[in-house]
């Protein structure tokens, strides 16, 4: 199992920019899919971004490519969301998630594996 503890979520206006961290631990080998979720009331979770920890190959939804960068630190125990020119659309609990699983049902396709390990999740609030 692996443990995660999400952190760097608040209120911004439109436009502005904040970097959620992901502190993980309970790693046993690089063979771990790394992901992004959001959910706002109402809605549905979706996934918004996923890396593979042992190739860095990522993947991102439709809905924030080229505003959001998915990454982790050297050691690979920290999974970061930098988002940039955020919507009101965006407002919504984020998730960081893991699963144990192969690199291509990681990033290759827009189907999300099934995450094992979740953490609790941090607030983003964007307003107009």
């Known amino acids: 199992q692996v443990q995660l503890a999400e952190s760097g979520g608040g209120s911004v206006q439109t436009g502005g920019s904040l970097r959620l961290s992901c502190a993980a631990s309970g790693y046993s080998g690089d063979s771990f899919c790394m992901g992004w979720f959001r959910q706002a009331p109402g809605k549905e979770r979706e996934g918004v971004a996923r890396l593979y920890r042992g190739s860095d190959m990522t993947w991102y939804a439709d809905s924030v490519k080229g505003r959001f960068t998915i990454s982790q630190d050297n050691a690979r125990n920290t999974l970061y969301l930098q988002m940039n020119n955020l919507k009101p659309e965006d407002t919504a609990m984020y998730y960081c998630?893991?699963?144990?699983?192969?690199?291509?049902?990681?990033?290759?396709?827009?189907?999300?594996?099934?995450?094992?390990?979740w953490g609790q999740g941090t607030q983003v609030t964007v307003s107009s």
């Open positions: 998630a893991a699963v144990r699983t192969i690199n291509r049902a990681c990033v290759a396709g827009p189907n999300n594996p099934t995450f094992r390990d």
